[in-house]
């Protein structure tokens, strides 16, 4: 095997040509599938055509035409302490039962990691303190890369010469976060960058432009393909964490010529996070100019206090509309976001919904969740008493009996809506023991996959009759 880069077939994208290779599509993070949407109908329903416990499930993404992947990630007894695993499956699109399994690989310390299809074919997994090459056919390891942060990695982002490039993390905001770039055929290091302060959020990138929100600045970074280096943007930083009982911020979008993010990014998710923020302040919507850093604007989600989110906004340059969410308060509001304007109200929902979106461009569908809620659980009391309970959750994951009786008790929709007037087009409800807090990808067939810690689902468009 070698490490010359010109062996990265496809490299002036960095990711294999998919319509979903990689977490939210891509790395802009757009949510936006190229493929025709659901384009649901009067006489039409939402309804589930296959659904499956996984415990441990992440994300799901495209490669060939009928090729979809799972990622999991299987912790210990013990979420925060004991080593976890990593398993990669492929899955029959239709019944989303496994056709190749990698087998347990080695993560390391627990943290949701990410799976891309790259520019040469095959499947990158990054997920703990561990990098992994894996055949897409076969998902047999073709390469294995244990990181010198002995903390998790949150996923990669691919830059246009096939270069992997990804951070550890902290989430207790001690530890400051290192930019590492990676051969994507030997998982080993071109060039590493120190970034000075944690970075919770997963990395954006445009281009050779790797943008990270860090605990309290916004930073851009440029790969130097030709010199091998990363390097600072020392004229582009954004100090967004200035009000008082306000986290940091989570994944960025790139769109529109801004980087969008919300914050309040510190929570104590345990199955859902309604109830689960950890600091005082209302979750702001952040939108920030990537040729002007000064041109700052923000937006409350719905300005009630101790709200929470753990996910990235949503953003439609074409409509000028940009979705955010308070996922602590259960709220998900839409702004007019357009050109040389502030943000504006244009709709707001009440809907418990955290995990990652879908919009299709050519139907102005949005897709979104709404975890079915049964007091304590939903309240700030009930978020505690689950954080301080946690290890009964890798209890009841393991336990598929368990997961699938108290999935149905409880539960969550998959929504449908229209993007422009928050209208409800269709709902469809999964049962799923966790809140979605994950990746989901389209389909094929007008429908869409659902993902959550516990389960995955086909969702689709069905006659009523």
Same mark, same amino acid.
């Given at each position: 095997m070698t490490s010359r880069r010109d062996?990265?077939?496809?490299?002036?994208?960095?990711? $294999?040509?998919?319509?979903?290779?990689?977490?939210?599509?891509?790395?802009?993070?757009?949510?936006?599938p190229s493929a025709a949407g659901p384009r649901i109908a009067p006489g039409e329903q939402l309804r589930v055509r296959a659904c499956r416990e996984a415990r441990g499930a992440q994300m799901l993404i495209q490669r060939a035409p009928g090729q979809l992947y799972l990622l999991r990630g299987l912790f210990g007894a013990r979420i925060s302490s004991s080593p976890s695993r990593t398993v990669v499956e492929r899955l029959d699109p239709r019944t989303l039962e496994p056709l190749a399994s990698s087998g347990h690989l080695p993560a390391g310390p627990f943290w949701m990691g990410g799976i891309g299809a790259v520019a040469d074919g095959a499947v990158v997994v990054v997920a703990g303190r561990h990098a992994h090459r894996l055949d897409p056919e076969t998902l047999d390891v073709l390469a294995r890369r244990e990181l010198p942060a002995p903390r998790p990695h949150n996923s990669f982002v691919a830059m246009p010469d096939g270069t992997l490039v990804l951070k550890d993390f902290d989430v207790t905001e001690?530890?400051?976060?290192?930019?590492?770039?990676l051969d994507p055929l030997t998982l080993k290091d071109?060039?590493?960058?120190?970034?000075?302060?944690p970075v919770i959020a997963r990395l954006a990138a445009r281009g050779d432009e790797v943008y990270a929100v860090g605990s309290h600045r916004v930073h851009r970074v440029r790969w130097d393909s030709a010199a091998g280096r990363l390097v600072r943007d020392d004229d582009w930083s954004v100090a967004y964490r200035d009000a008082p009982g306000q986290g940091h911020g989570w994944d960025p979008v790139l769109a529109g010529e801004r980087i969008w993010f919300l914050d309040q990014g510190r929570h104590r998710y345990r199955g859902t996070m309604r109830g689960a923020a950890r600091d005082r302040g209302p979750v702001r919507l952040h939108a920030v100019s990537l040729s002007d850093p000064g041109d700052h604007r923000r937006a409350e989600i719905c300005g009630l206090p101790w709200g929470a989110a753990t996910n !990235?906004?949503?953003?439609?340059?074409?409509?000028?509309?940009?979705?955010?969410?308070?996922?602590?308060?259960?709220?998900?509001?839409?702004?007019?976001?357009r050109p040389g304007e502030p943000l504006t109200h244009l709709w707001s929902q009440r809907m418990n919904t955290a995990?990652?979106?879908?919009?299709?461009?050519?139907?102005?569908?949005?897709?979104?969740y709404d975890q079915r809620q049964r007091p304590p659980r939903?309240?700030?009391?009930?978020?505690?008493?689950?954080?301080?309970?946690?290890?009964?959750?890798?209890?009841?994951?393991r336990a598929p009996a368990l997961s699938g009786a108290l999935g149905r008790l409880t539960g969550e929709d998959a929504v449908?809506?229209?993007?422009?007037?928050?209208?409800?087009?269709?709902?469809?409800?999964? !049962?799923?023991?966790?809140?979605?807090?994950?990746?989901?990808?389209?389909?094929?067939?007008?429908?869409? $996959? $659902?993902?959550?810690?516990?389960?995955?689902?086909?969702?689709?468009?069905?006659?009523s009759g």
């Amino acid at each position: 095997m070698t490490s010359r880069r010109d062996t990265v077939k496809g490299a002036g994208s960095g990711y $294999y040509g998919s319509p979903w290779p990689a977490e939210d599509g891509g790395p802009t993070r757009g949510q936006a599938p190229s493929a025709a949407g659901p384009r649901i109908a009067p006489g039409e329903q939402l309804r589930v055509r296959a659904c499956r416990e996984a415990r441990g499930a992440q994300m799901l993404i495209q490669r060939a035409p009928g090729q979809l992947y799972l990622l999991r990630g299987l912790f210990g007894a013990r979420i925060s302490s004991s080593p976890s695993r990593t398993v990669v499956e492929r899955l029959d699109p239709r019944t989303l039962e496994p056709l190749a399994s990698s087998g347990h690989l080695p993560a390391g310390p627990f943290w949701m990691g990410g799976i891309g299809a790259v520019a040469d074919g095959a499947v990158v997994v990054v997920a703990g303190r561990h990098a992994h090459r894996l055949d897409p056919e076969t998902l047999d390891v073709l390469a294995r890369r244990e990181l010198p942060a002995p903390r998790p990695h949150n996923s990669f982002v691919a830059m246009p010469d096939g270069t992997l490039v990804l951070k550890d993390f902290d989430v207790t905001e001690g530890a400051p976060a290192t930019l590492r770039a990676l051969d994507p055929l030997t998982l080993k290091d071109r060039d590493t960058l120190p970034l000075g302060e944690p970075v919770i959020a997963r990395l954006a990138a445009r281009g050779d432009e790797v943008y990270a929100v860090g605990s309290h600045r916004v930073h851009r970074v440029r790969w130097d393909s030709a010199a091998g280096r990363l390097v600072r943007d020392d004229d582009w930083s954004v100090a967004y964490r200035d009000a008082p009982g306000q986290g940091h911020g989570w994944d960025p979008v790139l769109a529109g010529e801004r980087i969008w993010f919300l914050d309040q990014g510190r929570h104590r998710y345990r199955g859902t996070m309604r109830g689960a923020a950890r600091d005082r302040g209302p979750v702001r919507l952040h939108a920030v100019s990537l040729s002007d850093p000064g041109d700052h604007r923000r937006a409350e989600i719905c300005g009630l206090p101790w709200g929470a989110a753990t996910n !990235p906004p949503l953003v439609d340059p074409e409509r000028g509309v940009a979705v955010g969410y308070d996922s602590a308060n259960g709220v998900l509001t839409a702004f007019h976001a357009r050109p040389g304007e502030p943000l504006t109200h244009l709709w707001s929902q009440r809907m418990n919904t955290a995990g990652h979106l879908l919009r299709w461009a050519d139907t102005g569908e949005l897709m979104a969740y709404d975890q079915r809620q049964r007091p304590p659980r939903g309240t700030r009391a009930g978020a505690r008493v689950l954080a301080a309970t946690g290890d009964a959750i890798a209890f009841a994951l393991r336990a598929p009996a368990l997961s699938g009786a108290l999935g149905r008790l409880t539960g969550e929709d998959a929504v449908l809506l229209d993007l422009t007037t928050g209208a409800e087009r269709g709902r469809a409800r999964v !049962p799923s023991l966790m809140q979605s807090v994950c990746f989901p990808s389209p389909g094929w067939d007008r429908d869409f $996959y $659902y993902c959550s810690m516990s389960t995955v689902a086909r969702v689709g468009v069905s006659s009523s009759g």
